[in-house]
């Protein structure tokens, strides 16, 4: 028996051995990548990339005022100084710093080809040239002043920022996107103005909550325009919550082109979308035909976006055209939101919106504190000096006879006793140091040497009074920064001044200061039926008494001689609309949907309507009519029981129809009048009458109904809603107008389903109302 357990196999070992290898380097590839590629610092909204290409750019003196240089030698000494990648990948990023139609604020002002929105690629970079905006400098002010802690480069021999410090907030002003290992992120743009206002309200209120952040912060703010169209209450979770989305439209407008034609002009299209392949997917639409109101797109940008999108006919909906291109291209899209940044450059976080102007904030206040303290010392040594000085010109023949006589001057200034030297004037019997020497009345080495420094010429009057006053100014504010130093009041307010500044630089000073995305109301693109991509013609519908139906162009006269097959004759004959549909119902109770273009022209007989939907050979036609949408009919079979029906739920979507009214044999379908009054009249076979208010009546979908009137023998006759105070009127037989009004027709007035009394004299024979 072996004596070797499974601890002791060299293969499991192995294999364990490797698995953590693997497993601790995939983690600092994932640590890596999220650290120093995907994700942006929330401090100044930048990734390592971006903020090298800056610093490099600032150490060729690259400034906004200053000339261009080659974006090879840019992206060459980033490549070789603190970025160790790809040069390629270095100049398109440097590329999209330059893209006014993808950053909001550019960071690079870029001469030559760097790309369009159609989404043509930039050229070479040996064929362009940049350098830096105002709004990089912004970022950048105070990296000489020790606002922010260096890092060494790559192989050591340099050293780079870590963070910049970042005059405003760049992350939400220009946004970012990134996909890093089991997270992304992708912030949209903002307005800086608006950013800013934010920032110091919360200076302000540094509880504020994140909706009132949200009456400064409207939205995002694209730098190619369009139209945000989502809801308030969409945008204030996604901002407080870190995750969301914005749906984001074209801008367009209607042209008249005179003599009732026109054409929609798109001036702006959403962020992130190439004009070019905007137009192909338009084009594509109109050649399958999934679009037969869009005859034609045509682009006619130059440095302005437009879009020409011709319609089908002058009789098209605009609106329900650009519905229709809103939901089948990328005229309409949406951009989710995920602030997943870097908090203090270390832990990625999804951030609401309070949270990142915090960071921004916190860091704005770590960066005038070090460039204070920085100062401060600046000012200091500048005192020790000035204090040399003034000691020299107090003393002044005794410096000139150390330097001329002494082989070590340095030594024997900082040897000698000042304090016992008597001063050159009684005038300057009453200077006080402002600052305590090395020792009792000696000078310091950094005074010493200032003194063997100093020209001649400083030898004058009016030399000596202009340190003393440069001495006083110091002092003053030195004081100052004291004061700050110790106030956190005194430090935000400083820092309101500074955000307040950079609002007027790039607020109403700048010529993309002004928001370019506007707000419209939210609302959901509808589904457009297929009739609304119809040409809008008038036509006449005449169905015959054997079910043969056609559409006439135009509206014909209604009482005109029409042509039918022997032995028909007209039975439904009324005017319509190409884009109307109509509602056939069966005596069966069931209800059909006819597209009007669906039928055949007026040229001859037309075609039976039962070719067209599926209504049983037993069954009878018993009401054709033009289907309203939101209106609601009146349904009744001839047994006397009815309700009332929403023609929105009589529509059926196949040709097998749609049951309604529910009649069992030998009860038919009699009755199908539109809902127009506040009072029902129905008759008899028996020619008694009831009127009853329409509320009695239940509004269904579908049903048998209630009863409408009680009968002792035979059936329901006719039934219609009227207006009470109008009253009823009918033609008698001799071809008058019989009127009744409300007041001779109270005593036919009752409750529903129950008896009514002999129709009045004169009412038609046939039962029926007109």
Not at 251 to 258: I, R, T, V
Not at 334 to 345: C, E, P, S, W, Y
Request: glycine share 8%; proline share 6%.
């Amino acid at each position: 028996m072996s004596d070797v357990t499974d601890d002791d196999d060299p293969t499991a070992e192995l294999s364990e051995s490797l698995g953590r290898a693997i497993g601790d380097r995939y983690l600092t590839y994932a640590l890596s990548t999220i650290m120093h590629r995907a994700l942006p610092d929330a401090r100044d909204g930048l990734k390592p990339v971006h903020r090298r290409i800056l610093y490099a750019m600032r150490e060729l003196r690259l400034g906004s005022t200053g000339g261009y240089r080659k974006s090879a030698k840019i992206s060459g000494d980033v490549m070789g100084n603190y970025h160790p990648h790809g040069d390629s990948a270095i100049y398109d990023a440097m590329a999209r710093l330059a893209q006014d139609f993808t950053i909001r604020y550019p960071l690079v002002d870029g001469q030559g080809n760097f790309g369009n929105i159609d989404g043509d690629n930039p050229a070479a970079s040996r064929y362009t040239e940049a350098r830096m905006t105002a709004a990089a400098e912004a970022l950048l002010a105070g990296l000489d002043e020790d606002a922010v802690d260096f890092r060494p480069n790559y192989d050591g021999t340099l050293e780079e920022p870590i963070v910049l410090p970042a005059a405003f907030p760049n992350l939400l002003a220009n946004g970012s996107s990134g996909i890093a290992v089991g997270m992304a992120t992708n912030i949209p743009p903002h307005n800086i103005v608006e950013l800013i206002d934010a920032c110091l309200h919360l200076i302000k209120s540094p509880d504020a909550r994140d909706d009132t952040l949200l009456n400064h912060v409207k939205g995002p703010d694209f730098p190619t325009g369009g139209v945000i169209v989502e809801t308030p209450e969409s945008m204030a979770e996604a901002y407080r919550t870190g995750r969301g989305g914005f749906r984001v439209r074209a801008k367009w407008q209607q042209e008249d082109l005179g003599r009732g034609q026109w054409q929609i002009v798109v001036t702006e299209i959403p962020y992130q979308v190439a004009k070019s392949k905007l137009v192909e997917r338009i084009a594509d639409l109109i050649a399958s035909k999934k679009l037969p109101i869009l005859a034609d797109v045509r682009d006619e940008s130059a440095e302005d976006i437009r879009l020409v999108l011709e319609p089908r006919a002058r009789s098209v909906d605009p609106d329900v055209l650009m519905n229709m291109l809103f939901r089948q291209s990328d005229l309409e899209t949406r951009f989710a939101l995920n602030m997943n940044v870097l908090i203090d450059g270390r832990t990625p976080r999804v951030c609401s919106l309070k949270e990142v102007l915090r960071a921004f904030l916190d860091h704005r206040q770590q960066v005038l504190l070090r460039r204070k303290r920085f100062r401060l010392g600046k000012i200091d040594h500048r005192l020790e000096v000035l204090e040399g000085f003034i000691v020299a010109f107090l003393n002044l023949d005794r410096v000139i006879e150390i330097i001329r006589y002494d082989a070590e001057p340095k030594i024997a200034l900082m040897a000698q006793n000042w304090a016992d030297v008597p001063p050159r004037s009684n005038d300057e019997s009453d200077y006080v140091s402002p600052l305590p020497t090395e020792g009792d009345g000696e000078l310091s080495d950094v005074q010493a040497e200032a003194i063997l420094n100093m020209r001649l010429r400083a030898l004058r009057r009016l030399e000596e009074l202009e340190l003393k006053r440069e001495r006083d100014a110091l002092m003053r504010e030195r004081a100052g920064i004291e004061d700050l130093l110790a106030d956190e009041g005194l430090q935000w307010r400083a820092i309101s001044d500074e955000l307040k500044a950079t609002r007027q630089q790039f607020g109403r000073d700048d010529p993309r200061g002004a928001r370019m995305t506007q707000f419209a109301k939210a609302g959901v693109v509808e589904d457009v039926p297929l009739e609304a991509m119809i040409d809008r013609e008038p036509v006449t519908v005449v169905c015959s008494r054997m079910g043969w139906i056609r559409a006439m162009k135009g509206h014909v006269d209604l009482g005109q001689d029409l042509k039918f097959k022997d032995g028909d004759g007209p039975r439904f004959v009324f005017h319509a609309e190409t884009t109307d549909r109509l509602l056939l119902v069966g005596s069966t109770g069931r209800f059909y949907t006819i597209p009007v273009t669906a039928l055949p022209g007026g040229r001859g007989m037309g075609e039976p309507v039962r070719l067209m939907v599926d209504l049983p050979n037993e069954a009878q036609i018993v009401a054709l009519r033009i289907h309203r949408p939101g209106g609601r009919l009146m349904v009744a079979s001839s047994a006397g029981d009815g309700f009332i029906l929403p023609e929105d739920e009589a529509v059926a979507q196949t040709r097998s129809g749609k049951q309604v009214l529910n009649v069992k044999a030998p009860a038919v379908v009699q009755v199908v009048r539109p809902v127009e009054g506040d009072h029902v009249a129905s008759v008899g076979e028996n020619r008694k009458l009831l009127v009853f208010r329409l509320d009695e009546l239940p509004e269904m979908g579908r049903g048998k109904g209630v009863r409408l009137q009680k009968f002792k023998d035979g059936g329901l006759s006719d039934a219609r809603v009227f207006g009470l105070s109008e009253g009823l009127a009918w033609a008698d037989p001799a071809g008058r107008t019989r009127s009744v009004g409300s007041a001779e027709l109270a005593e036919w007035v009752g409750k529903r389903a129950s008896a009514g009394r002999m129709a009045p004299r004169g009412f038609p024979r046939d039962n029926r109302f007109p």
